[in-house]
């Protein structure tokens, strides 16, 4: 199984302001995927990041707000830009398994817009 | 389009007694059905998963029915225990296909004694 650590576990941010949150892995690993989780919710992909292409977004989220970086095969960022109340989520990186089948989570990202 | 529908929303089961969690999904190509468990405060971990060219998996107290033609699955958890409080997410796969999961909406699952 895949160890992944998140950063920061919470955070409380001004309307307007960006945060950038930080995936850590400890292996090396092809794709990652960052989650967003509304409080009660489900869990909605929001992107698919490759290591050395531009991340793949889907339906309803974009690069101008979610902008990710994906430096290397342990390591990627999401930010969240110019946040609203509505931002207020929980955000959460995955990788898949060796199995291909599998997916490991972070313990997540709670974001409270102010 | 919610492509994988998931009931109840809410449970609520005596200790030692059977929870019992639905899903139906509408992609007929999804070929890979995992249950993720998630306390508060972490990430969902994956908890047992099945492929649909099997009708019943059983993982301890765990066990995941599938019917295919019905394009349905469920989880059953025998012997209900106060620490399997949570919230449950079925999810499907189309693997291949990106590897991207579509997750059911939940059920917040409480045990009591």
Redesign the interface.
Known sequence: SAV?SQKPSRDICQRGTSLTIQCQVDSQVT?M?WYRQQP??????IA?ANQGSEA?YESGFVIDKFPISRPNLTFSTLTVSNMSPEDSSIY?C?V?GQM?????????T?LTVV | QQQVKQSPQSLIVQKGGISIINCAYENTAFDYFPWYQQFPGKGPALLIAIRPDVSEKKEGRFTISFNKSAKQFSLHIMDSQPGDSATYFCAALLTGGGNKLTFGTGTQLKVEL
């Open positions: 992944i794709m995927f009660g919710q489900s869990l909605t992909l698919t793949t959460l995955s898949e291909n089948t599998e997916a490991f989570f972070g313990q997540g709670r």
